[in-house]
């Protein structure tokens, strides 16, 4: 009996299913516009937004997430103020000289060698003259991070390139080099 009564509900349930199917008019769509989105022209002005030109913008005073702002100012008194105060955030166990070395191989060394003598490929080729020598100058690791993130004369900012952690650590093996040369 309880077959019965399990194959007239799955013939109920079967027909139930068929009966509202229509090839030429299709059943009811649930997120239409999931189905059919509405084009957008790239660049163009949308009503989706405040203004209707651009995308909303972060509030004033706003950072990302994990971003830690850099007080010091890109002038040469700022310069000096990280040459004289800024320190490493990084405790002893959080500086790896082994992933410093690899970072300044590969950012650094091109210019001021991979000894940090001045003395890099692109100097050598005449490409760039006058990269100092790491023993020939009055260095700290906050001047050192100071010049990587905003630059110094011909040498461009590594702000883009490097983390924050990235600099201090680049910082750090800069420091060591300059102890052995």
């Not at 009996?1 to 009811?28: D, H």
């Amino acid at each position: 009996m309880k077959a019965l009564y399990k194959i007239a509900l799955l013939v109920t349930v079967s027909t139930v299913f068929t009966a509202c199917f229509n090839k030429s008019k299709p059943n009811y769509q649930y997120f239409p516009n999931m189905y059919e989105s509405v084009a957008y022209e790239t660049y163009s002005e949308s009503a989706a937004f405040a203004n209707g030109k651009e995308g909303q913008l972060p509030a004033k005073g706003s950072i990302p997430r994990g971003f830690v702002p850099y007080e010091y100012p890109n002038t040469t008194e700022g310069y000096e103020l990280a040459k004289a105060n800024l320190k490493s955030p990084l405790t002893p166990e959080e500086v790896n000289l082994e992933k410093g070395t690899k970072l300044f191989n590969i950012y650094c060394a091109i210019c001021h060698g991979e000894k940090g003598d001045g003395k890099g490929n692109l100097v050598k080729r005449e490409k760039f003259l006058g990269v100092p020598s790491y023993k020939d100058r009055v260095i700290t690791e906050g001047s050192v991070f100071h010049v990587e993130t905003y630059g110094l004369n011909s040498m461009g900012s590594h702000a883009n390139q490097l983390s924050q952690h990235e600099r201090w650590q680049v910082a750090a093996y800069v420091m060591k080099l300059k102890s052995e040369l």
